[in-house]
């Protein structure tokens, strides 16, 4: 039986272990490595897994965990936060990401 993940770390460690290193932040409607400071636009970004979360006191305190590659082979992560305290900008640059961009995989077990 699978061990479930019930925090976005537990799944950013296990993530990074499998080669997922890179961090994003999101900065003046582009997606910034943080290391090369490269701005990424949403046609240069694929989605291999994404996970939601909701909080655990808090059920409005909810996330989102993007598991990313970008079109020059950047592996990495970003946690968008989602829900009524959302950044509208930054959710709406993942809404721009072209449908061919996503994976339907979510689970980390699957990935090869």
Do not use: W
């Not at 993940?5 to 943080?34: M, P, R, S, V, W």
């Not at 949403?42 to 305190?61: C, F, K, L, Q």
Request: charged share 30%.
């Amino acid at each position: 039986m699978k061990k479930e993940q019930k925090h976005e770390t537990d799944y950013i460690d296990k993530y990074q272990n499998e080669g997922y290193t890179t961090n994003y932040l999101f900065d003046k409607g582009c997606l910034i490595d943080a290391e090369t400071k490269y701005a990424y636009q949403p046609d240069e970004i694929y989605i291999v897994a994404h996970h939601r979360y909701e909080g655990m006191s808090d059920p409005d305190d909810m996330s989102i965990l993007y598991v990313i590659e970008t079109k020059d082979q950047r592996k990495g992560t970003h946690l968008l936060g989602y829900g009524p305290t959302a950044d509208l900008e930054e959710a709406e640059f993942f809404k721009d990401i072209p449908e061919g961009n996503y994976s339907t995989n979510a689970d980390i077990n699957e990935l090869t």
